[in-house]
């Protein structure tokens, strides 16, 4: 009898070991995924990018060479005066071309480049109009706006408006890129960028756009600026 206990005894331990040790490799093989997981995750995030500047403007180093930035924290010389850059313009032009080719009543018009005294009666007015903490969520400080670059480009409707109706819209964020441009200030973003949504926004940046434009994130998050 003691011998049968015994056995028992001895096999109830072995059991319990064999359970421990599948608990432990479950619980590994968990913690093993967890960490890599994490490891994955912090591969995606894009590492803080180098600002430059040349006694103009700041840029950051791309993909294919050198993009300019322009947003609240990087601003522009006041004598930066380049106007509107050609290869963007044209490019612009075969998008607009594109969009009225499959019936947008987008206007050959468009806002391009503001020269910095250009944007000091533009901003001013809409202080007055609307005060400065409503005015600085949509319209850029003097120096601080990308359309002194000359890269970017207001898109406007042939009544005159900004373009914001859903189907134009829709059409920007989908195939943009195509044309080197990224809708710059998206839904969701205004805590990144400080501006408020705006869909006929384009800034031009050439072939890296698709990537930024897959990526779903503005700029300062994918450059890291």
């Known amino acids: 009898m003691k011998k049968r206990i015994g056995i028992l005894l001895v096999a109830s331990l ?18 093993g ?17 180098k600002v430059h500047y040349n006694g103009s403007y700041y ?26 850059d050609p290869e963007a313009v044209s490019a612009l032009h075969e998008l607009i071309a594109a969009m009225q080719a499959e019936g947008y009543p ?3 018009q468009y806002s391009g480049f503001r020269s910095y005294d250009t944007q000091v009666g533009l901003y001013q007015n809409y202080v007055n109009q609307d005060g400065q903490e409503a005015a600085d969520r ?5 120096g601080y706006s990308e359309h002194q670059t000359g890269l970017t ?28 441009f ?10 990144v960028t400080g ?6 926004h384009l800034r031009y940046i050439g072939k890296e756009a698709q990537d930024i434009a897959d990526s779903g994130l503005s700029l300062e998050e994918y450059y890291g600026f």
């Open 14 to 31: 072995l059991l319990l070991t064999a359970c421990g040790e599948k608990k432990t490799n479950v619980e590994t093989k968990q913690e």
């Open 33 to 49: 995924k967890a960490t890599s997981a994490k490891v994955a995750s912090s591969e995606q995030v894009k590492k803080k990018a």
């Open 59 to 84: 840029s950051v180093k791309g993909k294919y060479g050198e993009v300019m930035i322009a947003n609240k924290h990087y601003p522009l010389s006041p004598d930066f005066n380049p106007g509107e």
């Open 106 to 108: 987008i206007s050959d």
């Open 138 to 142: 949509y319209s850029a400080r003097p």
């Open 153 to 180: 480009f207001d898109l406007i409707d042939t009544s005159g408006n900004l373009v914001t109706e859903p189907g134009p819209s829709k059409w920007l964020l989908k195939n943009a890129a195509k044309y080197g």
């Open 182 to 191: 990224v809708v710059r200030y998206q839904e969701g973003k205004e805590k």
């Open 195 to 200: 501006y408020m949504p705006e869909s006929w």
